[in-house]
């Protein structure tokens, strides 16, 4: 069953092909980052981080980009799979020691065969 | 456990009853962190407990929200008098607290659905 909704944004990405998940976040002074998988009816799943003195930073297919100046986060996924379906949300914590994670309201990731 | 696990994994109330949803940290994890999941909506931040400091409550929205932590680890999230607009996924976290931010480590969701 749904645990998210029916109305997030949607990206459809036929398999193999390279995925980019965007986010926009709302504090300049939010130094740390994180992507969040989340598969229907489970609970959001870490997938990679990133601090504020950081551009760019590479994981097991993943890559999330940081453009501060524009508050701009993605995420890529190299060579989707169709176990990469799921929602993806982007969380900031405002300041270092503050650990109130702000989170975004997801994008929907459909892997078409 | 290896991981946060969350109690119970659904739970259908009359409204106006109380609820009690339970959230197992992981081990060793003195951060933990309540979230609300609506439909169509992102996360929203409830509550953050830190070690023996005063809670984060800044979330909660109502009185009829308040949450506990026992002994530095497992905690309750009660709901008293509950409405329709309380029907949700209620997430829990927990992370290792340093002094600087790491990854919460979240538990597969309570689903309350309030009749």
């Known amino acids: 069953g749904e645990s998210v909704g029916l109305h997030l944004p949607t990206l459809s990405v036929q398999e193999g092909d390279n995925s980019i998940i965007n986010c926009a976040y709302s504090?300049?002074?939010?130094?740390?980052f994180i992507w969040y998988k989340q598969e229907s009816g489970k609970g959001p799943q870490f997938i990679i981080d990133?601090?504020?003195?950081?551009d760019k930073r590479q994981g097991q297919r993943v890559t999330v980009l940081l453009n501060k100046t524009v508050k701009h986060l993605s995420l890529q996924i190299a060579a989707t799979q169709p176990g990469d379906s799921a929602v993806y949300f982007c969380a900031e914590a405002p300041t270092s020691g503050t650990y109130k994670y702000i989170f975004g309201t997801g994008t929907r990731l459909k892997v078409l065969a | 456990g290896a991981g946060v696990s969350q109690s119970p994994s659904n739970k259908v109330t009359e409204k106006g009853k109380d609820v009690e949803l339970r959230c197992d940290p992981i081990s060793g994890h003195t951060a933990l962190y309540w979230y609300r999941q609506s439909l169509g909506q992102g996360l929203e931040f409830l509550i953050y407990?830190?070690?023996?400091?005063?809670?984060?409550k800044s979330g909660l929205p109502s009185d009829r929200f308040s949450a506990e932590r026992t002994g530095g680890s497992v905690s309750t999230l009660t709901i008293q008098r509950t409405q329709q607009e309380d029907s949700a996924v209620y997430l829990c976290a927990s992370s290792l607290f340093s002094t600087m931010n790491t990854e919460a480590f979240f538990g597969q969701g309570t689903r309350l659905t309030v009749v």
């Open positions: 407990f830190q070690g023996n400091s005063a809670p984060d």
């Open positions: 990133i601090r504020s003195n950081m």
């Open positions: 504090n300049s002074a939010s130094d740390y």
